[in-house]
C-alpha cells in the first residue's frame, strides 16, 4: 500500500489514480479500481485548479452562516486515522454543517436512526459514507454490513466512488455496486459495502446472492424520491422489511416535502432529525434566471445562442423527455455543437461511459432527463438549463418544486459559483416558474433573447467569479 506522502494530491494536481486492489476472492462487482475511475468527489473528476478557489472555501467555511460552517474539524469527531488519512488526501479541511451535526448522532451507540436534510451539495454523502465506514468490520471483508440505496445507477456508482476514495486507506474495504448487470450469478455479492439501486438489491436477495443476515447500517439517499409512493417507495419498502430489525436507518435529501416526512418518520422511527424551511434550501452560490422565449420553437434557437457560455465550464441541458433529449442532440449535432445526451433508454454500460466522459471533462455538454437530476456531482459544472419546467402529477398539472431544486444543485457545489437558467415560453410554464420561485423565496433575474450583449455579461459575470459568498440559513437540530 503506497504510502501516504505519494498519494496525497495538491488543489492543482489531478489525483493519482491509485491501483486499487481488485475485489478479493474474484468477486465480479464493478471493480474498486473501476469504480474509482468512475466515482464522483475528487475521485477522478475536474479538479478546481486555482489556488484562490481554496481561500474562498476556507472564507466559507468561518461563515457561521454557511452551512460549510463547523466549529469541529474531522480530528475532534474521533473517525479512524485510515479514514481521516483518506479525507486528507481529499483535500478535506474541515467537515461541513451536516456533516459536523450529524457525523455524532450517527455514530453514537446504541445505534438511532437519522432524517437528516441539507442543501444541494453541501457533504451529504460524506456524512453518512463516513458513518458507514466507520461501523463495518474490515476484519469480514466479504460479509456484507451496509447497504447503501440510490434511484439510478449513476448515483450508486457515484456513492461507491466516494466510498473507496474516502477509504482508499481502509485495508481490505470492497465496495461493490448492486446494479442491473453488475454482480455475476456465480459469486453474488461478496463486499462489506454494497450501493444499488432497490430493484437490482431485491433481485440479489430473492436469488439469495446477497446474505443481509449482518446488515448493521440501511442508508437511503435522495430519500423523500426513494421513499415516494408514486415510484420507487414500494421497492424501498420491500427492502427493509427484508433486513434485520435492529438495522440503523439513515435517510438523506436536500429536500423532504412534508407529505413524505410523514412516511419517512414511519420508515425510520425515532429517527434524530435535521430539517430545513423550503426557504432555507436553495444555495446562494446557484445564480438562478429565467429566459422568458416568444415561443416554444424558438427555445432551441436560444439554447444553441447559449451553447458559447454553456463550455466556459461544463453543463447539463434538463429536458421533459428521452425523445425530446435525443432530437435536441440530433440537431444541435447536426448545428455543428458537441453534444451528449443520456437517458434510461441507454443501455447501462453505455450511461457509464457517457457520465465518465462528462465527469473528466472529455465531453462538456450532457443533455439528460430527470434521471440524472439528483445527486449527480460534477464539480466543473458552471450552468444548468431547464430547457423544460419540470412538473408533476396528472397530466403534469403542477410544478415540481423538488426537482427544479435537484436539477439546479447539479451547479454551485460546495460553495462553487453556478447560474441556472430556465426557459419558459407561455402563460402555463410562466405560471410554473413563478409558483417554484415563491415556493423558496427566491427572486429569478430575467434574461432577454432580444439583448444578447446584456445576457451575455449577465452569465458570463458569474462563471467567471470563482467561489461564492453564500449566506447559508443555520441548520435547525431536531434531536
Ligand atoms: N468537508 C468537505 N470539504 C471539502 N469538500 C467537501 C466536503 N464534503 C463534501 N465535499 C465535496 O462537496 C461536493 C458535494 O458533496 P455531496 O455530493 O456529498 O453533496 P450533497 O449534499 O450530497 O449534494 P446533493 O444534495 O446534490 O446530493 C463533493 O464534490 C464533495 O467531494
Excluded at 146 to 170: H, K, M, N
Aim: hydrophobic share 40%; proline share 5%.
Amino acid at each position: 500500500m503506497a504510502d501516504l506522502a505519494s498519494r496525497i494530491t495538491k488543489p492543482d494536481e489531478t489525483p493519482a489514480a491509485t491501483p486499487a486492489e481488485k475485489p478479493a476472492g474474484g468477486a465480479d462487482g464493478e471493480s474498486n479500481a473501476e469504480a474509482q475511475a468512475g466515482g464522483g468527489n475528487g475521485s477522478g473528476g475536474l479538479i478546481e485548479s486555482t489556488f484562490d478557489v481554496e481561500i474562498k472555501l476556507s472564507e466559507l467555511q468561518a461563515d457561521t452562516a454557511s452551512p460549510l460552517y463547523s466549529v469541529s474539524s474531522f480530528e475532534e469527531l474521533g473517525l479512524p486515522k485510515a479514514i481521516n488519512d483518506g479525507l486528507l488526501a481529499m483535500n478535506f479541511k474541515k467537515p461541513s454543517k451536516v456533516q459536523e451535526k450529524a457525523l455524532p448522532l450517527m455514530l453514537s451507540n446504541p445505534p438511532t436512526n437519522m432524517i437528516a436534510q441539507s442543501q444541494s451539495g453541501t457533504g451529504k454523502t460524506a456524512a453518512f459514507v463516513l458513518t458507514v465506514l466507520s461501523r463495518v468490520d474490515l476484519t469480514k471483508p466479504k460479509q456484507p454490513q451496509a447497504l447503501l440505496l440510490a434511484p439510478s445507477r449513476e448515483l450508486a456508482r457515484q456513492i461507491q466512488g466516494v466510498i473507496l476514495t474516502i477509504g482508499q486507506f481502509c485495508e481490505n474495504l470492497i465496495v461493490e455496486a448492486a446494479i442491473p448487470g453488475s454482480i455475476s450469478r456465480e459469486t453474488g455479492v461478496q463486499a462489506s459495502i454494497v450501493v444499488g439501486t432497490p430493484g437490482t438489491v431485491i433481485d440479489l436477495i430473492r436469488r439469495r446472492q446477497f446474505d443481509i443476515s449482518q446488515l448493521k447500517v440501511l442508508v437511503i439517499d435522495e430519500a423523500d424520491n426513494m421513499l415516494d409512493q408514486q415510484g420507487l417507495g414500494e421497492q424501498c419498502v420491500r427492502v427493509k422489511g427484508l433486513l434485520p430489525k435492529t438495522i440503523q436507518i439513515l435517510l438523506f435529501s436536500a429536500t423532504f416535502p412534508d407529505k413524505v416526512m410523514q412516511y419517512a418518520e414511519r420508515y425510520a422511527p425515532n429517527a434524530n432529525q435535521m430539517k430545513l424551511r423550503h426557504t432555507e434550501l436553495t444555495v446562494k452560490g446557484i445564480s438562478q434566471m429565467y429566459m422568458d422565449c416568444p415561443d416554444e420553437s424558438k427555445k432551441y434557437d436560444i439554447l444553441c445562442q447559449l451553447y458559447g457560455l454553456m463550455t466556459i465550464g461544463s453543463s447539463v441541458i434538463f429536458v421533459k423527455t428521452r425523445e425530446s433529449a435525443t432530437e435536441i442532440q440530433r440537431r444541435m449535432e447536426a448545428d455543428g455543437h458537441k453534444v451528449s445526451a443520456l437517458h434510461g433508454a441507454f443501455e447501462g454500460a453505455n450511461r457509464d461511459a457517457l457520465l465518465d466522459d462528462f465527469r473528466c471533462g472529455r465531453s462538456k455538454v450532457l443533455i439528460t432527463t430527470n434521471v440524472l437530476a439528483r445527486g449527480i456531482d460534477v464539480s466543473s459544472v458552471s450552468m444548468v438549463i431547464n430547457y423544460d419546467i419540470p412538473m408533476k402529477g396528472f397530466g403534469d398539472r403542477e410544478p415540481d418544486a423538488e426537482t427544479y431544486l435537484h436539477r439546479i444543485g447539479r451547479t454551485g457545489r460546495f460553495g462553487r459559483v453556478g447560474v441556472s437558467i430556465s426557459f419558459v415560453h407561455d402563460r402555463k410554464s410562466f405560471n410554473a416558474l413563478s409558483e417554484i420561485a415563491n415556493f423558496y423565496g427566491i427572486d429569478l433575474i430575467q434574461l432577454s433573447p432580444d439583448d444578447w450583449d446584456r445576457t451575455e455579461k449577465q452569465v458570463q459575470d458569474v462563471i467567471k467569479s470563482s467561489r461564492a459568498k453564500a449566506e447559508f440559513a443555520p441548520l435547525a437540530i431536531q434531536v
